[in-house]
């Protein structure tokens, strides 16, 4: 911590701090709730962010800040108030009010001492650490004028400078917590009260729980899990650490269901939901310790189709060596992981063409809306599109007490019913919203749709034309033919490879047209519909022993591939390079290559399996090297899911 008396001061203080380092300034008069401090000090979301005489910067604004020293220091000459800082409190060191009497608190790399007799009730709640990990490196006291009124702060003023200068300066909504700056004794002795009033620990770990969540995660498992949290936190683990505990909990429940004995699908069962748990926990963990990163975001989501579709393999494995015959399920796996990627590409395009849409207005959006005003709708309408929560409780309770069959079946049949509600209800709402959609969404599906060079050949060549639904008809015209072609055609026929070029050039018409219109957000799922759906189809018709399984493997790795671009527009980034989506093909590319192996194919008794099994390896390799070079080496800002949307 240092302490400054003046611009000058200030300025050489922040000269001080390596350029990589976080930076706050907090008025030595603050009085508040430690965890009000610590959402303007420690989230490293934002490149600014203030409470109530109290402002952190990032690198990436330190030029701006020391600009709003300087200038705020200009206008408080001009107006006479002087430069130098109050006298403090007797016995406050200029130290801020956060903490217990006589108690350490550690920011970052420094420690704040609170001394103040006059601020004994002031966030009493603190323990050594608790700020957390991602705290800022270096806490500076920023000056305040002589002869302001009492209850100015020139921390203030430099956060409405910083925002004046086009620095955002993020400002957290504290609800019942305090942040102030006393004007007098009598306005210390009040702020006092109202810290003591407030038990700042139970706000955060409230807050530490999405405020929208499915039904069973809310009522069965947020309860205790946020003591999880809490525990972890006071333990130093971090979220990403909480995220690999859960899906090596889940890679143990996949291997035990792999066993195909009763106790093995109960041990499964158990296991599946204590993954789910620790899933819980580690987004909480960030919240509460606001440890928030790109990377732990994207672990947090892939993670979570790895631990389900490893599942979903592990039943398959333990369907056929079950007891009593094996049962041959790899279909119904293969089916369940390629509608769960649908449903979630459904919800990816819808709200990325949405989300920033001007006039985005809609009667059945007002409905929807109306809705969520009755209590026992809300819920209702959580639990209908079957989130992960309800999801995995009911595949885990399945596999307990029934067979691998009986749990595909319910799984498939329950997501069904749950994408044809939420896709009639995004089409509802679509034919009937008045919506300009920007350019930046438009470059959003493009991304999203992942075409290849086929399809860009196509493209290039097509007439562009602004017609409001000739790409989702395109789209929607070539998956029918590839997947009736294929579906009617059987195994090592050339008429799905014709149906598969004839789909790769309505692709490129798709793609061709400016992706604006209501529901060109359509055209992305439509896509991994006709992909996922073709080498299934294929693949059960094959009656090749090793097609199903490697058909698995081979959609896993475009669907990781998928679920990478996704995350990576999701976090600012944008998608993966084009050379990659190139080299690996593009969908329509794949699907073609697929058809060709298996016409080509047929005849030799383990051919068309080798093919699928090395293409998914190719693929696999190709991806992993550069997601997890970009995800280790991104310098993209921190994020963290916060729309509480059930996946």
């Known amino acids: 911590m240092r302490t400054a008396t003046d611009a000058a001061a200030v300025t050489a203080e922040l000269t001080t701090v390596p350029a990589h380092e976080r930076v706050a300034l907090v008025d030595p008069r603050f009085v508040g709730h430690v965890h009000a401090l610590r959402l303007a000090l420690t989230d490293p979301r934002f490149t600014a962010a203030a409470v109530r005489g109290a402002l952190s910067v990032q690198?990436?604004?330190?030029?701006?800040?020391?600009?709003?020293?300087?200038?705020?220091?200009?206008?408080?000459?001009?107006?006479?108030?002087?430069?130098?800082?109050?006298?403090?409190?007797?016995?406050?060191?200029?130290?801020?009010?956060v903490g217990n009497p006589?108690?350490?608190?550690?920011?970052?790399?420094?420690?704040?001492a609170e001394t103040d007799a006059s601020a004994r009730g002031a966030a009493?709640?603190?323990?050594?650490?608790?700020?957390?990990?991602?705290?800022?490196?270096?806490?500076?006291?920023?000056?305040?004028?002589?002869?302001?009124?009492?209850?100015?702060?020139?921390?203030?003023?430099?956060?409405?400078?910083?925002?004046?200068?086009?620095?955002?300066?993020?400002?957290?909504?504290?609800?019942?917590?305090?942040?102030?700056?006393?004007?007098?004794?009598?306005?210390?002795?009040?702020?006092?009260?109202?810290?003591?009033?407030v038990d700042d620990e139970r706000v955060r770990l409230r807050s530490a729980v999405k405020a929208r969540d499915g039904f069973f995660t809310t009522y069965c498992i947020s309860p205790y899990s946020r003591y999880i949290a809490r525990w972890c936190a006071r333990r130093g683990l971090t979220p990403n650490q909480v995220t690999t505990a859960s899906l090596l909990t889940a890679l143990i429940a996949a291997a035990c269901a792999a066993t195909g004995t009763r106790p093995g699908f109960v041990s499964a069962g158990v296991l599946l939901i204590a993954s789910f748990v620790l899933d819980c926990t580690d987004g909480q963990l960030a919240r509460y310790s606001l440890q928030y990163s790109t990377l732990g975001a994207w672990l947090d989501a892939t993670f979570d189709r790895a631990k389900e579709y490893a599942y979903y393999a592990g039943l398959a494995l333990g369907a056929a060596r079950a007891d009593g015959g094996g049962d041959d399920v790899w279909a119904l796996a293969l089916g369940a992981m390629v509608l769960q990627t649908c449903r979630h590409v459904v919800d990816f395009a819808f709200n990325e063409a949405n989300h920033d849409a001007t006039g985005n207005t809609s009667p059945t959006a007002a409905l929807s809306g109306r809705l969520d005003s009755v209590g026992w709708t809300v819920w209702v309408r959580r639990m209908i599109v079957l989130p992960i929560g309800e999801r995995w409780a009911m595949i885990a309770v399945l596999t307990a007490v029934t067979t691998p069959r009986i749990t595909f079946y319910v799984l498939l049949i329950g997501c069904a019913l749950a994408a044809c509600y939420t896709t009639s209800g995004r089409v509802l709402r679509s034919l009937t919203r008045r919506a300009k959609r920007t350019d930046r969404a438009a470059h959003a599906l493009a991304e999203l749709a992942?075409?290849?060079?086929?399809?860009?050949?196509?493209a290039k060549a097509a007439p562009r034309k602004a017609s409001s639904y000739l790409a989702p008809l395109s789209a929607a015209l070539g998956a029918a033919a590839v997947l009736a072609g294929t579906a009617a055609a059987g195994f090592g026929s050339w008429v799905p490879v014709g149906c598969a070029v004839l789909y790769a050039v309505l692709a490129g018409?798709?793609?061709?047209?400016?992706?604006?219109?209501?529901?060109?957000?359509?055209?992305?799922?439509?896509f991994r519909a006709a992909e996922y759906g073709t080498i299934l189809v294929l693949a059960a018709y094959a009656e090749v022993n090793g097609a199903l399984p490697a058909a698995f493997g081979l959609v896993a790795a475009v669907a990781y591939h998928h679920y990478?671009?996704?995350?990576?527009?999701?976090?600012?980034?944008?998608?993966?390079?084009?050379?990659?989506?190139?080299?690996?093909?593009?969908?329509?590319?794949r699907t073609v290559v697929v058809t060709a192996a298996a016409a080509l194919l047929h005849h030799q008794n383990q051919g068309f399996t080798i093919a699928l099994?090395?293409?998914?390896?190719?693929?696999?390799?190709?991806?992993?090297?550069?997601?997890?070079?970009?995800?280790?080496s991104s310098g993209a800002p921190a994020v963290h899911d916060e729309t509480g949307e059930p996946a």
Do not use: C, M, N
């Open 509 to 526: 018409v798709a793609v061709a047209a400016p992706l604006k219109g209501p529901l060109d957000w359509l055209v992305p799922p439509l």
């Open 564 to 589: 990478d671009t996704v995350y990576r527009i999701r976090g600012g980034t944008g998608a993966p390079p084009r050379r990659l989506v190139r080299a690996i093909g593009g969908h329509e590319g």
């Open 102 to 112: 006589g108690q350490a608190v550690r920011v970052g790399a420094t420690e704040v």
């Open 59 to 97: 690198p990436e604004a330190r030029t701006a800040l020391v600009r709003a020293v300087t200038a705020t220091a200009a206008t408080a000459r001009t107006l006479g108030h002087g430069s130098g800082a109050p006298a403090a409190a007797p016995g406050t060191g200029a130290v801020p009010a």
């Open 450 to 458: 992942d075409s290849g060079p086929l399809a860009e050949l196509v």
């Open 124 to 197: 009493g709640a603190a323990t050594a650490g608790a700020v957390g990990t991602a705290a800022p490196d270096r806490v500076a006291d920023a000056p305040t004028a002589d002869g302001v009124t009492a209850a100015h702060s020139r921390v203030d003023d430099l956060a409405a400078a910083l925002d004046a200068e086009g620095v955002t300066v993020h400002r957290p909504e504290l609800g019942v917590l305090v942040a102030d700056v006393p004007a007098d004794a009598e306005a210390r002795a009040a702020a006092r009260d109202a810290v003591a009033a």
């Open 613 to 632: 099994t090395a293409l998914a390896a190719v693929l696999a390799l190709a991806v992993l090297i550069e997601s997890i070079r970009f995800w280790v």
